[in-house]
């Protein structure tokens, strides 16, 4: 009997091996999109990127994307509401990705105003329209250190916590990011919180309480850190020793879209089981991929002293 199934099992495997076919996917030639990323903020200069898109399957490294990617030669336009207007310069910027953006010279961002973006690119024109809105105050803010302690038995760790009181006479879409600054590394970009951008609706008028954790880190574009720091860096709560910078923002309705669409594709397009979400934006043109975005924005400042 154990020799007839034996046989039974050999069988099969010689059936099931001769019944596979391999299978040859041709994937379709790629064509480079242009990509537009576009902030312009109270106080501060309008600041463009301009890169070309590449396949998911592209090995890329910092070298490739500053030769490759970026992109130079363009003409670049902000335009406000009230006709004020300034060509961008192409130049080093530390607030840019990639050290390097198109910047507005003198112009600077102003609150409860429009603008208009102009990009020329290959005898192609591309616009967009923003709108930064009013800033406003956090009705109070602090480091959280009952929960980690309660929950985690740590004093070493914490959540940042604030309030604030939705306007109800606006349709309010909010956004928050963080720099931490330490003995070990301090963050050059602004990180977003999770959410990245939400609206009032489910608060709207009503003092609402806030979570900020130091969520949306890039391991891209991080420091060159060692084994130990890295550890560190890799982190959402806030420890002894920290400066937290919190810059709290108001968004139009087109920059909300564009964040929430955008960071949902991000966090789950990497599963193959789903379709990337279609990502809302407010470019006009052909082939384009990004956002000109406005933000209202004010920075409050933590500092968690670490003990000796």
Request: proline share 4%.
């Amino acid at each position: 009997m154990q020799r007839i199934t034996y046989y039974i099992i050999c069988l099969l495997t010689i059936v099931c091996l001769g019944c596979q076919t391999e299978i040859e996917v041709d994937l379709p030639d790629y064509t480079s999109k242009l990509v537009i990323e576009g902030t312009i903020e109270n106080g501060k200069p309008a600041m463009v990127v301009l890169s070309k898109s590449i396949p998911f399957f592209a090995e890329i490294d910092m070298e490739y994307i500053m030769q490759n990617v970026i992109v130079r030669d363009a003409e670049l336009w902000v335009t406000a509401d009230d006709g004020e207007t300034e060509q961008l310069n192409f130049q080093f910027h530390g607030e840019s990705p990639y050290y390097m953006a198109f910047v507005s010279p003198t112009m600077r961002g102003r609150e409860n105003m429009g603008y208009t973006l102009r990009v020329i690119y290959h005898d192609t024109t591309y616009t967009a329209h923003t709108t930064i809105p009013s800033t406003f105050d956090l009705d109070s803010i602090w480091i959280d250190t009952a929960y980690m302690a309660s929950e985690f038995n740590s004093d070493t760790n914490a959540t940042v916590r604030c309030l604030l009181t939705d306007n109800p006479a606006e349709n309010n879409y909010y956004s928050f990011s963080v720099k931490v600054r330490n003995e070990k590394f301090s963050d050059r970009l602004w990180i977003y919180t999770l959410p990245i951008a939400f609206d009032d609706q489910t608060f709207n008028g009503q003092t609402f309480n806030f979570e900020i954790l130091r969520a949306g880190i890039s391991s891209f574009l991080m420091p060159a850190l060692d084994d130990e720091v890295r550890q560190d860096y890799f982190r959402i709560s806030y420890r002894p020793g920290d400066t937290i910078l919190v810059r709290h923002s108001l968004i139009d309705h087109d920059t909300y879209r564009f964040m929430v669409t955008g960071g949902n594709d991000a966090v789950f397009g990497s599963n193959p089981f789903t379709n990337p979400a279609p990502v809302s934006s407010n470019l006009v043109g052909e082939n384009v991929l990004g956002n000109w975005s406005g933000f209202a924005s004010k920075v409050d400042t933590l500092v968690w002293e670490k003990e000796e």
